[in-house]
């Protein structure tokens, strides 16, 4: 059985609790799929409202960890 990293697991938790000001428990009862989609169309809502002709707009899917933590 392989674990889902800890720090992409953080990371989705606070896009989602940031946009949908759910809670931790909230965010936590959801099963890997569901935060995947959410983070997805929660970015796909922001390139929507924020486009950017000058760079490609970053989901939050695109992003890497950051190890100085």
Do not use: A, G
């Not at 674990?3 to 959801?30: A, N, Q, T």
């Amino acid at each position: 059985m392989r674990l889902y990293p800890k720090d992409e697991l953080y990371r989705e938790m606070s896009f989602i609790s940031y946009y949908f000001h759910w809670s931790e428990d909230e965010v936590l009862s959801l099963d890997h799929v569901s935060r995947r989609r959410w983070c997805s169309e929660i970015s796909e809502i922001n390139k929507s409202l924020n486009p950017s002709k000058k760079k490609k707009e970053k989901s939050i899917l695109d992003m890497k960890p950051d190890r100085r933590i």
